[in-house]
């Protein structure tokens, strides 16, 4: 029993569109959403203005592409911290683990919808550094851009499916949303490439997917062919896959032992 | 209503809240272990940007600017913790309570400035390690007292922050972290002030941060006492500034509340 119960939460997929259509209507009027994009174009303004004042504007792709980067985590960490406690705390929860679809999946599914935050943030960082620095970001291979943005989209949604799970688990949500943000953006070289840090910190570095990520979207607005690109994509792919496997099966986990506990419903 | 005596016994009973509030938000292990590695960790981060764009003269420029950032950040926390009385149904409590709110107020979220002032100056001296940057005692022993200004004159903005916070409560973080990316990209943190168009200086310095960190600069860069002098007096006067405004604030919201507005329900 316990065996096709995993099997039905993880593999089955009618969860996702669920849950991606509900949090494209709900995210509207939550102020997570706000606090994930309000920043973005004020980072552009900073990054932008460091490069400027130094006379390193060779370096001002770092100042466009670091913002998106940065509302993607946030929104990971600021969605993920009630994903599933809200619908425990409102007791929803035996509703949607009773209704015909993976409850995994919708999570899964609502989280990939608060990527679509990426849009506006590149929007924002990228008309800033336009409209007052006059730097149009070129992207000379659009092909890997857009499926380096994808890709890192997912691996982000997925992180946040692991974060989700760990917050409903142990973790005391508020301290670790408030506590995961910048020693992500550092590890995740979102601004300052992974490679020119100490080897040590750089093998580190590599285990986070954005350094992955964020080399892969700045090569792409570089007209040279993009170095490494199968490698970066691979690595890429694998960490976001090893986030989402982690990620559903400790709520599948959870789950199992909230039922053995009798503790759905409870805080 | 503005007795020092009653005031002084209306802000300790505020940071009995405050000190209760803080223990349940963290223990010595969450605070140390996880708090503070993350602010070690964002001054870090800005120094490599500054490693990477600029001379050592520019990291530790930028060193300072971050570190000081990460104690607005901290401090403007009170913009949430000015909300959690109306979360937790405390507030109508308050409201008919003799005293006068913005002394209730400037207690209740005094560990963010105190908090702040501890993992600033932990982070400035950490990372000064790393990018071969010297302090001698007396140094320090300014630098900590500068931080501390700094902060509580900094924590007298947030606690206008906080009034208006208290207002729309589903956007305390929103405000807070828009008035920390604000500061951070005009108050002279990252580039000087000066980088920036005339209507943005004169702006900036209505800002507390903006004055302590020049004051710290100057510690650090060996700056006439004098100068040095003049930037914190500008710091205690643009932070007295904000508490009476806070002041004003507390006491409208509070005044409303009593008529029957929506801030009790």
Same mark, same amino acid.
């Given at each position: 029993m316990m065996r096709r119960n995993f099997e039905y939460s993880t593999v089955d997929l009618s969860g996702f569109g669920t849950g991606f259509r509900f949090q494209t209507v709900a995210m509207r009027s939550q102020s997570d959403t706000y606090f994930s994009l309000i920043t973005s174009p004020f980072f552009a303004l900073l990054y932008m203005a460091i490069m400027e004042y130094s006379g390193r504007t060779d370096l001002n792709t770092h100042a466009v592409i670091a913002p998106m980067l940065m509302t993607l985590w946030t929104a990971a960490l600021s969605f993920s911290g009630e994903m599933i406690?809200?619908?425990?705390?409102?007791?929803?929860?035996?509703?949607?683990?009773?209704?015909?679809?993976?409850?995994?999946?919708?999570?899964?599914?609502?989280?990939?919808?608060?990527?679509?935050?990426?849009?506006?943030?590149?929007?924002?960082?990228?008309?800033?550094? #336009?409209?007052?620095?006059? /730097?149009?970001?070129?992207?000379?291979?659009?092909?890997?851009?857009?499926?380096?943005?994808?890709? %890192? @989209?997912?691996?982000?949604?997925?992180?946040?499916?692991?974060l989700a799970s760990?917050?409903?688990?142990?973790?005391?949500?508020?301290?670790?949303?408030?506590t995961l943000s910048f020693p992500v953006y550092l590890l995740g070289g979102i601004i300052v490439p992974v490679s020119m840090f100490p080897g040590w910190l750089e093998a580190i570095s590599r285990l986070v997917y954005l350094s992955w990520s964020a080399d892969l979207l700045r090569a792409s607005t570089t007209p040279e062919p993009v170095a490494n690109a199968v490698m970066g994509f691979s690595m890429l792919s694998l960490l976001g896959l090893s986030a989402l496997a982690f990620g559903l099966l400790s709520i599948v986990w959870f789950l199992r032992r909230a039922k053995e506990l009798g503790t759905l419903s409870k805080e | 209503m503005l007795h020092?005596?009653?005031?002084?016994?209306?802000?300790?009973? #505020?940071?009995?809240?405050?000190?209760?509030?803080?223990?349940?938000?963290y223990t010595w292990r969450t605070w140390s272990g996880a708090w503070l590695v993350r602010i070690v960790c964002q001054v870090a981060f800005y120094s490599l940007i500054g490693n990477m764009v600029g001379d050592s003269d520019y990291v530790i420029y930028v060193i300072i600017g971050a570190a000081m950032m990460a104690c607005v950040a901290e401090t403007l926390m009170t913009s949430a913790s000015s909300t959690w009385d109306r979360?937790?149904?405390? =507030?109508? =409590?308050?409201?008919?309570?003799?005293?006068?709110?913005?002394?209730?107020?400037?207690?209740?979220?005094l560990m963010w400035p105190l908090s702040a002032t501890? %993992?600033?100056?932990?982070?400035?001296?950490? =990372?000064?390690?790393?990018?071969?940057?010297?302090?001698?005692?007396?140094?320090?022993?300014?630098?900590?007292? =500068? *931080?501390?200004?700094?902060?509580?004159?900094? /924590?007298?903005?947030?606690?206008? *922050? #906080?009034?208006?916070?208290m207002i729309f409560p589903g956007a305390r973080n929103v405000i807070s972290s828009l008035v920390t990316i604000l500061a951070t990209c005009f108050c002279g943190a990252m580039v000087p002030v000066e980088f920036w168009p005339p209507a943005i200086q004169w702006a900036a310095q209505a800002v507390p941060v903006t004055h302590g960190l020049e004051a710290i600069r100057g510690i650090e860069g060996g700056t006439r006492a004098a100068d040095i002098l003049m930037s914190t007096s500008w %710091?205690?006067?643009?932070? @007295?500034?904000?508490?009476?405004?806070?002041?004003?604030?507390?006491?409208?919201?509070?005044?409303?509340?009593?008529?029957?507005?929506?801030?009790?329900?």
């Open positions: 406690s809200e619908n425990r705390e409102n007791g929803r929860l035996e509703l949607l683990l009773a209704a015909p679809a993976s409850f995994p999946m919708l999570v899964f599914g609502r989280l990939c919808a608060c990527m679509l935050l990426s849009l506006p943030s590149f929007g924002m960082s990228y008309m800033t550094a #336009g409209l007052v620095f006059d /730097y149009w970001m070129p992207i000379h291979h659009p092909g890997v851009f857009v499926g380096a943005l994808v890709l %890192t @989209a997912l691996a982000t949604a997925a992180a946040a499916t692991a760990a917050f409903v688990l142990t973790l005391g949500a508020r301290i670790v949303q408030n | 020092p005596v009653q005031a002084a016994r209306t802000v300790t009973q #505020g940071v009995v809240v405050s000190v209760a509030d803080f223990r349940s938000f979360t937790l149904g405390t =507030l109508p =409590l308050l409201v008919g309570a003799p005293v006068e709110p913005g002394f209730f107020y400037f207690g209740r979220s501890v %993992t600033t100056s932990v982070a400035i001296l950490t =990372l000064s390690l790393f990018f071969d940057l010297t302090w001698s005692p007396a140094q320090i022993a300014l630098l900590v007292l =500068l *931080v501390l200004i700094t902060s509580l004159s900094t /924590y007298c903005l947030a606690l206008v *922050v #906080g009034a208006l916070a %710091t205690v006067i643009t932070g @007295a500034l904000w508490f009476a405004l806070s002041l004003f604030l507390f006491r409208r919201n509070f005044s409303a509340a009593r008529k029957g507005t929506s801030l009790l329900t």
